[in-house]
């Protein structure tokens, strides 16, 4: 390998390991999404734990949900060796859903490891909730508590300012202005039904214009026809001149 290639084989390599080391440092809080959540819908939401120890693993997660417009409806979706324990708390005021007054919601749902188990040094797990309806906002955040089998806990609860930098345990947020969901429906959109429309309007727009398309190479054919019949007819009437003289 020549000076040249080999430096450029170098310089590309330790890019790519700094690259990779600022990605894991970047990626390494607890975040929250969700694809279909919106304002007024509900709603999976995917919590994703790295565990950040070089020595212990991860044997709980406390993740709080919000009090102030709390979701009236949470279910856990359950993780093999993993026990859930939620908190029900008494909402004063209650709150209207649906037409029914709600006095108590879930604040707080626990995932327990069992014994032994838990989330391993260099790598992750995701836990779902199922919930809604969202609150009428861009973002709703949500407190999460990372406990460590050695006894040490990262509580990610520092609210993220716009405008300044990332705090060091921020608490994950949820984006609730760019889904596409439809709001207010807690079993989907009719995003199938649109979509299929959609496809049928495209449908019959490519066939209108593949029609358009087959229509104009007709009419220049038949131009490019007529256009040889004549040239034909005076060649012809040349050459017949030609021969009467």
């Known amino acids: ?55 212990a693993s991860t044997v709980s997660l406390r993740i709080q949900l919000p009090t102030d417009t709390p979701l009236t409806f949470v279910q856990a979706e359950p993780v093999a060796g993993w026990t859930i324990t939620p908190t029900t708390t008494q909402l004063d005021p209650p709150v209207e859903s649906d037409g029914e007054e709600i006095t108590s919601a879930v604040t707080v749902v626990q995932f327990t490891a069992d014994a032994g188990g838990g989330i ?11 919930g809604g309806p969202f609150p009428d906002a861009e973002t709703v955040s949500f407190g999460t508590v990372q406990t460590y089998s050695d006894g040490t806990e990262s509580a990610w609860i520092e609210p993220t300012v716009e405008g300044q930098p990332e705090p060091q345990y921020p608490a994950p947020v949820l984006d609730l202005s760019g889904s596409t969901a439809a709001s207010g429906d807690a079993h989907g959109s009719d995003g199938g039904t649109d979509t299929a429309a959609s496809a049928t309007d495209a449908t019959a727009a490519e066939d209108g214009s593949g029609n358009g398309i087959a229509v104009t190479a007709l009419v220049l054919g038949g131009l490019g026809l007529v256009a040889g019949v004549a040239g034909l007819a005076l060649g012809l009437a040349a050459r017949r001149r030609t021969v009467a003289s």
């Open 1 to 55: 390998m020549s000076t040249t290639p080999r430096r450029l084989a170098v310089l590309t390599l330790a890019t790519g390991i700094a690259v990779a080391a600022g990605g894991g440092v970047a990626s390494a809080h607890v975040r929250v999404s969700s694809d279909e959540a919106a304002p007024g819908g509900f709603g999976v939401m995917t919590f994703r734990v790295p565990n950040e120890s070089d020595t």
């Open 120 to 130: 391993a040094p260099g790598q992750f797990q995701e836990f779902s909730l199922l």
